[in-house]
T-cell receptor, first 111, second 112 residues
Framework: AQRVTQPEKLLSVFKGAPVELKCNYSYSGSPELFWYVQYSRQRLQLLLRHISRESIKGFTADLNKGETSFHLKKPFAQEEDSAMYYCALSGWGRSGQNFVFGPGTRLSVLP | DSGVTQTPKHLITATGQRVTLRCSPRSGDLSVYWYQQSLDQGLQFLIQYYNGEERAKGNILERFSAQQFPDLHSELNLSSLELGDSALYFC???????????FGPGTRLTVL
């Protein structure tokens, strides 16, 4: 079964500190992985996807197929990074393509 | 606003009733996705349409159905509503069938 787990419901860090939001997935093939972010009172929006290998707002994520992980990292957290972060997977199952979201991690960056 | 729009914003109804949620995709986007977000289940993919045709199906109940019209807007129909159907329903759209999804603001459904 396709599954995405985010072990931390809430992560608090101080401004300027490094941040890592964990994401693990289970999928038998080669998945496409994404990080979505939802800032307060805003819509869910794509932060980055692994195939583009971009760095957005200082965030990066590396797909580790051996550990089936796609952790999101930023070296120096900013207060404006406080938001809800969702890891998501796009893959193929018996009934076609599927999109699976993790439960989300709320990041709180403290001043 | 050229982004994804959803109507209504809020909907309150009773058990056993039927409701229709509407989604207008971004201009130029051919694909529409529906998601349900509840407190206990998180964001669940329901169904995807591409250029009027059903393309992918997720955890959509038989009481729920959707369609995409020739003008590419989509409707999600929820019938025989139960208390557990209370949730936020999101629509997203993308240019192609497998592409970056742009989300709408959601419709909050409350079933009493």
């Amino acid at each position: 079964a396709q599954r995405v787990t985010q072990p931390e419901k809430l992560l608090s860090v101080f401004k300027g500190a490094p941040v890592e939001l964990k994401c693990n997935y289970s999928y038998s093939g080669s998945p496409e992985l994404f990080w979505y972010v939802q800032y307060s009172r805003q819509r869910l929006q794509l932060l980055l996807r692994h195939i583009s290998r971009e760095s957005i707002k200082g965030f990066t994520a590396d797909l580790n197929k051996g550990e089936t992980s796609f952790h999101l990292k930023k070296p120096f957290a900013q207060e404006e990074d406080s938001a809800m972060y969702y890891c998501a997977l796009s893959g193929w199952g018996r009934s076609g393509q599927n999109f699976v979201f993790g439960p989300g991690t709320r990041l709180s960056v403290l001043p | 606003d050229s982004g994804v729009t959803q109507t209504p914003k809020h909907l309150i109804t009773a058990t056993g009733q039927r409701v229709t949620l509407r989604c207008s995709p971004r201009s130029g986007d051919l694909s529409v996705y529906w998601y349900q977000q509840s407190l206990d289940q998180g964001l669940q993919f329901l169904i995807q349409y591409y250029n009027g045709e059903e393309r992918a199906k997720g955890n959509i109940l038989e009481r729920f159905s959707a369609q995409q019209f020739p003008d590419l807007h989509s409707e999600l129909n929820l019938s025989s509503l139960e208390l557990g159907d209370s949730a936020l329903y999101f629509c997203a759209s993308s240019v192609l069938a497998s592409d970056t999804q742009y989300f709408g603001p959601g419709t909050r459904l409350t079933v009493l």
